[in-house]
């Protein structure tokens, strides 16, 4: 399975990004739980949020009620919203089935920054 995402940028801190991650090579998107994850530079990359196969969603805590990670599976597409994004949220974004990883793809850039 290939995973590409996209939808990152440069946004002010309290702005916003819609992140979104779809798949070139499965039939069996529906089935996976999938995640959302982020690395930075020198650091380990960490969950953000994933959702069930079922629609249902988790988030770190760190997300605080400021994301929202939803799935089309008619489109084959994850999602990610993030709102009131902070300084610290700058990192490579990247989306993955959870729990069973596939190959990383080439994430997303976000930087947030004044």
């Known amino acids: 399975v290939q995973f590409v995402e996209s939808g990152g940028g440069l946004v002010q801190p309290g702005g916003s990004l819609r992140l979104s991650c779809t798949t070139r090579?499965?039939?069996?998107?529906?089935?996976?739980?999938l995640g959302w994850y982020r690395q930075t530079s020198g650091t380990q990359r960490e969950m953000v949020a994933f959702i069930t196969s079922g629609g249902s969603p988790n988030y770190a805590d760190f997300v605080n009620g400021r994301f929202t990670i939803s799935r089309d599976n008619a489109r084959d597409t994850l999602y990610l919203q993030m709102n009131s994004l902070k300084v610290e949220d700058t990192a490579v974004y990247y989306c993955?089935?959870?729990?069973?990883?596939?190959?990383w793809g080439q994430g997303t850039q976000v930087t947030v920054s004044s």
């Open positions: 090579s499965s039939s069996r998107f529906p089935m996976y739980h």
């Open positions: 993955n089935r959870y729990g069973r990883e596939e190959p």
